[in-house]
């Protein structure tokens, strides 16, 4: 099956992020396909490649961006939110006179269309947030 | 059409399990994940909301979250205990799924 998975919380914040990783591992581990992952609201925050937790703790961000690379995942992030908190890509920064980009590797700023799409075209949309 | 629930607050600090379960119709199935595990212990204030719930819907919880939280002894009967894959398997199992965030 494919699944699509829909990520409404930041990292280090609530357990929202990483029940979504570890969900869109096992899918993955069963076989199954992930259509996109959609990061919206305070889930655009799981896209900056500028955190840097503790040695000791898991890095979240990182952590998606493996998995994107693994297996060719469309990680796409609302462009709204992006905004409001500061997620930018090199179109991005352009666009709005920014001096930096900080989007991680595998992320892409999209529109809610993809959300939308992602519901339609996946056989499940599964939810985490707060 | 069977739908799988999914409810990630304590029922001690929101009303998503009562209001999932009032929705929710019989042969639908409830999956307890991170702080909404707490609701599968036994000789709570809501035990006897999920004991209602169990005569015509499954139950759920998942076993990493309970523990991580040190709650996995004590459950109520008739609860069943899945891990990731398992969840999986739910999301698959059923036609559709609902977050009650």
């Known amino acids: 099956m494919e699944f699509g998975i829909l990520v409404n919380e930041g990292p280090y ?27 919206y609201h305070d889930g655009v925050n799981n896209g900056t490649r500028l955190t840097t ?10 952590r998606w961006s ?10 796409v992030i609302c462009v709204a939110a992006a905004q409001r908190r500061g997620i930018v890509d090199p179109e991005e920064m352009k666009r709005n006179g920014k001096d930096a ?16 799409e992602a519901g339609i075209k996946a056989d499940r949309l599964v939810v985490f947030g707060d | 059409m069977s739908m799988l629930h999914t409810v990630n607050k304590s029922p001690f600090n929101s009303d998503g399990l009562s209001s999932c379960l009032q929705c929710a119709l019989a042969g639908s199935s409830v ?23 169990l005569k ?12 991580a939280r040190g709650v996995k002894s004590n459950l109520i009967d008739g609860i069943e205990l899945v891990d990731y894959a398992g969840f999986v398997d739910l999301t698959t199992d059923h036609d559709s799924v609902q977050a009650w965030l």
């Open chain 1, 66 to 75: 493996q998995l994107a690379e693994e297996h060719d995942i469309d990680m």
């Open chain 2, 56 to 67: 015509d819907k499954k139950i759920y919880a998942l076993q990493p979250d309970l523990e």
């Open chain 1, 13 to 39: 914040q609530h357990q929202a992020a990483d029940s979504a990783y570890l969900f869109a591992k096992a899918a993955l581990e069963k076989g199954h396909k992930i259509y996109r992952i959609f990061f």
């Open chain 2, 31 to 53: 999956l307890l994940i991170e702080d909404g595990v707490y609701a599968a212990r036994r000789g709570t204030q809501y035990e006897a909301l999920v004991q209602e719930a």
């Open chain 1, 53 to 62: 937790p503790p040695q000791d703790d898991r890095n979240i961000v990182e």
């Open chain 1, 101 to 116: 980009d900080n989007i991680a590797p595998g992320f892409r700023i999209s529109g809610l269309g993809q959300l939308i």
